[in-house]
Structure formats: structure tokens, C-alpha cells
């Protein structure tokens, strides 16, 4: 077995990344040319700071710098690693000792993720992501999944010591009710929520999404502890205890305030005793969601409608990371962009004597800018900030370090068809095909922390094989153009490599129950994390350990330090109060429309609401900058005049 290990602990304690061996560099560097004590654009032009290159930082640059004038305007990113995209890794290794760096030879490889692995096209945000892709030229280059797919339809809960399949039609409910462990307790829970009493939720309500739902069901506690929990493992890796159910599940709020209960919710309003009509301010962002969701359909056209209506995740030959360095590849390519990596911020101050922002690096540059788009943790901002000359600013810096990160270790488990053959598993190996497991917080003897499994090969089975030439089922289709992808999600294959990924920690981590072998409460290094991952795929999938042992399967363990910020109850509450900060600050060294936040750490941890976010900041600010008042604008018109990045929380 060769375990190759992403994040290792150097001797001073400090978290350091080393390379995979892989056929393309896994990592995209910047540029590094100093930016000295420039504190004025040169030529007159404006300067606009972005914070951070992953995902949101890379797609706020670029939109920037496709809308705004190259003459007028100077772009600078700044991202504190040596590579850029984030948590979005994408790795694609040699599978053989004959295989040789660039390397075209087919079947000899695997693509494998670090953070994101698909990514799902629903919604406004999912649209937006979709056209970012056609505008990058990458359409041809989709895979996908068939909403039809055992992928797609085949999900698992591992519930008290076994996998259930999660019911993926209405047909299958019934059975379900009467025989699924997870699901048990949901008929007596929904008949208490009829009969339940709906509370007063003001501006400053919240609860817990457990709060919500045992309240909700009449103190049952079966729904959030066997199924919610499971399903916020994987999106969240956080406690269904903790998080806020206003910011994670606003319908739910939204349905309990307007009809009573959530089932009610499916009777006629005037069989409702209990139903409210919605506010006027509710309808009135119900119809601009509408309006956006449907404007967001009409730029990508029908071929991409039925795409979408057929396809239940997708991804790209050599992974997600194609996205990011696609973004890279442009924004390298415009004059009016710089790309900065080991640029980290070690402050950031407004002067008393101007409006303009100052921001120190850890490199010793320093830089002044007009506007900071900061994309960057919450928690890092809050330290950059100074606060010495202003109260809004400590305030806000209270206000972000209130919301926490939670450490996610990712292990990445590669399993050729010699390992599985000489242990007598041959063309199967894999007791159940489909995306993969979640374990609630309930499921027994789970001291290892681990929040579930995701089964690659199973979601991409042809990923590896078209890795190397990096053309698709999809690519090679009649029907795939430069602007559009096939109109059939790509057929499903056998894999020749049994691919999963084994995720633990999370809130895990914080619990006194997760230790390492020594007994010390901290991460447990890459060898432990290797042992807890084998452990529950023999546990629970039943591979034997002559397999996940054997000399041709490789291990891959990365520890994403604080990679998903953690929306706790009061988490809406907060964001509308730092929105307000920002607004109203009227300080000779006002922040006001000179800090812009987006990214993870506000309005959603999704790649998608990433992407979304970032455009509509970036469309914002150019709109602002090109016509201030926002009139005959072809871009997004702006309806105040601080932009912030917190408007859907105002």
C-alpha cells in the first residue's frame, strides 16, 4: 500500500502541503511579481482588491474583469497559499510504475478529489455556476449523471449497524415507513406536527434545526437525530444541534409561519384554520427570486433546460478542478488582473485621511485599494481588521468571529481490479451500487467520528478512463457544442478502479469522544486517519482487509484544516447586523461601499452559492462603478448604493 499524504505536520506544529505525484500540476501559482509599496494604481486607475483565491475569490476577479474597462480599472488578488482554487483539488495519478509524467495512456489512472467531487444544477445558483462553465468553454468537457443513474437513485444511511436505502420515489414510501430504521418514527412525528401550535418568529428568532423539528413533532426525537443529523454531515459536517435552522432550512420557517405546521402546508388554504397570508415583503422577494430564477433559464436556453431536467450531478474528466484553473488561465490572460500567491493579509485598515483601504501583507507589500472584496474565512478577516479608530470596526470584527469553522479529513481510497482479483472480489466489489453513505449522529460505536462515504467509482465510472485524454462521452457526442453539452447525460460505465472517499471529523473533532491513540484530545495524524477510514470500509461495506491492505491500493489522506464554516443559531441575525454596519457607517474612515463580503462564511457553503454570490457581487460593483446611479445598465442594476455582499439577509 502507498499512502501519499496531502497535509503533513511539520516539526514546528504548522500545517504544510506537499505534492502528489500526478500527470498535470494539481495546483495553479500566481504570479509573484511584488507588489511593493505602490499605494496608487498605475495611470489613474482604480484599484479593486479581492481577498482570497479559491472558488469565490477566482469567480468575483473575473467578473471584475470581464465587465469592467482594462484602461480605467486595475484588479489585484491576493491569495496566502502558493496555489489558487481552494478547497477545490483535483488530483489525476499514475495507477502504474510504467506510467510517466504527461503520459497519455488510458485506464492507468484516477482522478481524485480533496474537497468538492460533483456538483448538483438546481436552482438560481446551480444556473449561474452552469453559465460561468459555457462562458469558460468547458461544456463540451461535462460529464454527468442521470437523474435515472443507480447514483443518482441510490442513497444510504448507515442506521444502527447496517445500509438503508434512502426512498427515492413516492411508490416506495409506504414500505419505507414500516421497514426503514431511519425512517422510523416520521408517521407518529408527522401526525404531532399537525396538531402542534406554531410559534411567533420575530426578527430576532432562531433555533436550532433540532430545536425546530423535535419542537415541531411533539418533542419526537427520531426525524433530526436519525435522518437530519445524517443528512448535515454531508453538506455541513457540523451538529444538527448547533446549526441554525433559519439559515439552513428557511422554508421550513417560512412554511411554519404561513400555514400553521408543515404539513398543513399541503392543504387548501381554506381548509387551513391556521394559514397566513405572507407578508408583502415576503411576496414581493418571492416574486425577484422568481424573476431571477427565471431570467437565469432564459440565458441558458432550452438545450441547457433539458440538460438540466435529465442530469442529477456532473463533474469533468479530470475533475472539478478544471473550473478553477480554466478561471486562472483567464484571468492571467488580462492585462488589468494580478494574481498574487503567499500574499497573505496581515491587516487591514482604512484611513483616517481618505476612503481608501490599506492592506498589508505577510510578504512585507503593501497595497491601497479603492474597494475590498473579501472572500477570505470570517475568522481571518476579523484578525486583519483594524479596529483602534473605530467602534463599527470592532464590532464587526466581534460579529465574525462568531461564526466557527469545523476540520474535515478526506480520505481518498483507490482500489485497481488487481487488488480486488487476488482477493477473490472480482467483478464487483461493492455490496450495493450508488452515490454512496451518510451516518447520523445516532448509529452506535462511530468513536472514529466518520461522516460517511462517498463511492466515486460509482458516480463517474468512465472518469478515469477518459481522464488521461480528457475527452467525455459528452465531448465526443454529435449533439455537444462549444456553448452546450449533449443533451443525454453521459452513459454509465463499469469502473476499472474501485474509487471511494472516506469523510470524518467535522464537529466529531470537537467532541471528547474523538481522541487519538495516545489519548491526547487534538487531530489525529495521517496514520490514524488512514486506520479509522480501512476500518469502516471493512465494518460497513464488508471489503476485506486483504484488499484495502494489499500493495496496489493507494491511500490518500488530506486534513482540511477549517474548510466549512458552521452557520449556529443566530447566524441570519448576525449577517443582517454586520449588512447594517457596513451601511450605515458614516466615520471619516467609513468602510461604507469600500468592504464587500462574499463567499462560504455568509450566504451559503455550496460551490454553487459560492459562484452565485461572487457574480452578484461582481456584477454589483461594476454596475456601481460604471453608471452610479445604476440607469441603462446592461449588467445587474444595482437598487442601493453600498453594496455590501449581505443583501439577501437584509
Given at each position: ?165 434512502l426512498v427515492s420515489s413516492a411508490a416506495g414510501i409506504p414500505k419505507a415507513l414500516l421497514t426503514s430504521p431511519p425512517l422510523k418514527g416520521i408517521v407518529p412525528s408527522v401526525a404531532a ?458
Amino acid at each position: 500500500m502507498v499512502t501519499m499524504i496531502r497535509t503533513v505536520t511539520s516539526s514546528g506544529g504548522k500545517l504544510v502541503r506537499q505534492p502528489l505525484r500526478c500527470l498535470a500540476p494539481t495546483r495553479l501559482s500566481g504570479s509573484r511579481r511584488a507588489i511593493g509599496n505602490n499605494v496608487s494604481a498605475p495611470g489613474g486607475q482604480k484599484t479593486i482588491a479581492v481577498l482570497g483565491g479559491g472558488i469565490t475569490g477566482l469567480t468575483s476577479a473575473l467578473v471584475l474583469a470581464r465587465h469592467l474597462p482594462k484602461d480605467r480599472f486595475r484588479i489585484v488578488l491576493l491569495e496566502k497559499e502558493n496555489w489558487l482554487g481552494g478547497w477545490v483539488q483535483s488530483d489525476v495519478l499514475p495507477l502504474n510504475s510504467n506510467a510517466q509524467e504527461g503520459s497519455a495512456q488510458k485506464a492507468n489512472v484516477a482522478v481524485v478529489e480533496g474537497g468538492p467531487r460533483s456538483l448538483r444544477p438546481r436552482g438560481y445558483s446551480g444556473m449561474v455556476l452552469l453559465d460561468l462553465i459555457r462562458s469558460l468553454g468547458l461544456a463540451p468537457r461535462l460529464m454527468s449523471v442521470s437523474t435515472s443513474a443507480p447514483a443518482a437513485k441510490n442513497r444510504f444511511i448507515y442506521y444502527p449497524d447496517r445500509l438503508n436505502r434512502l426512498v427515492s420515489s413516492a411508490a416506495g414510501i409506504p414500505k419505507a415507513l414500516l421497514t426503514s430504521p431511519p425512517l422510523k418514527g416520521i408517521v407518529p412525528s408527522v401526525a404531532a406536527d399537525f396538531f402542534t401550535p406554531a410559534r411567533e418568529w420575530n426578527a430576532d428568532a432562531d433555533e436550532s434545526v433540532d430545536q425546530f423539528l423535535t419542537r415541531r413533532f411533539g418533542g419526537r426525537t427520531e426525524v433530526p437525530t436519525n435522518l437530519v443529523s445524517a443528512v448535515l454531515h454531508g453538506i455541513y459536517a457540523g451538529d444538527s444541534r448547533n446549526l441554525s435552522v433559519r439559515a439552513l432550512m428557511p422554508f421550513l420557517v417560512r412554511t411554519e409561519q404561513e400555514h400553521g405546521s408543515l404539513v398543513r402546508a399541503i392543504l387548501p388554504k381554506w381548509l387551513n384554520s391556521r394559514y397566513k397570508a405572507p407578508s408583502q415583503a415576503q411576496i414581493d422577494k418571492g416574486k425577484r427570486e422568481a424573476a431571477e430564477l427565471e431570467e437565469a433559464k432564459q440565458r441558458l436556453g432550452p438545450t441547457w433546460q433539458q440538460w438540466l431536467q435529465n442530469t442529477s450531478v456532473y463533474s469533468f474528466p479530470r475533475g472539478i478542478q478544471e473550473i478553477t484553473d480554466a478561471m486562472v488561465k483567464e484571468l492571467r490572460s488580462q492585462p488589468h488582473v494580478e494574481v498574487h500567491t503567499s500574499s497573505g493579509i496581515d491587516a487591514l485598515s482604512f484611513s483616517t485621511d481618505s476612503a481608501d483601504a490599506m492592506i498589508s501583507l505577510s510578504n512585507g507589500d503593501e497595497l491601497t485599494a479603492q474597494r475590498v472584496i473579501s472572500t477570505i474565512p470570517a475568522s481571518a478577516l476579523a484578525t486583519a481588521l483594524r479596529s483602534d479608530y473605530s467602534s463599527t470596526s470592532s464590532r464587526l470584527q466581534s460579529l465574525l468571529q462568531k461564526t466557527p469553522s469545523v476540520t474535515v479529513a478526506v480520505i481518498n481510497i483507490i482500489i485497481p481490479s488487481s487488488a480486488a482479483n487476488q482477493a477473490g472480489k472480482g467483478d464487483r466489489l461493492l455490496p450495493v451500487e450508488g452515490f454512496g453513505f451518510l451516518i447520523p449522529r445516532s448509529t452506535p460505536n462511530n468513536e472514529d467520528g466518520i461522516l460517511g462515504v462517498v463511492f466515486d467509482s460509482d458516480t463517474f465510472p468512465e472518469q478515469d478512463s477518459v481522464a488521461s485524454t480528457g475527452i467525455s462521452s459528452e465531448q465526443s457526442s454529435s449533439d455537444a457544442t462549444e456553448s452546450s453539452p449533449s443533451v443525454q447525460p453521459s452513459q454509465v460505465l463499469k469502473a476499472e478502479t474501485t474509487k471511494l472517499t472516506v469523510m470524518l471529523g467535522g464537529h466529531w473533532f470537537d467532541k471528547a469522544n474523538i481522541k487519538t491513540s495516545t489519548g491526547v484530545s487534538s487531530y489525529p495524524d495521517s496514520s490514524e486517519l488512514q486506520e479509522r477510514a480501512l476500518r469502516t470500509l471493512e465494518r460497513h461495506l464488508g471489503i476485506p482487509p486483504s484488499v484495502l491492505r494489499h500493495p496496489d491500493t493507494r491511500v490518500i489522506v488530506r486534513l482540511q484544516k477549517d474548510c466549512i464554516p458552521q452557520y449556529t443559531v443566530g447566524h441570519v441575525q448576525r449577517m443582517q447586523e454586520i449588512h447594517n454596519l457596513l451601511v450605515s457607517e458614516q466615520e471619516p474612515s467609513s468602510m461604507a461601499g469600500k468592504l464587500i463580503l462574499t463567499g462560504a462564511p455568509y450566504t451559503g457553503v455550496s460551490v454553487n452559492d459560492c459562484v452565485a454570490g461572487a457574480d452578484r457581487v461582481g456584477r454589483a460593483v461594476a454596475d456601481q462603478e460604471l453608471m452610479p446611479n445604476g440607469e441603462n445598465s446592461t449588467i445587474t442594476p444595482v437598487k442601493q448604493s453600498v453594496i455590501t455582499g449581505l443583501e439577501m439577509h437584509a
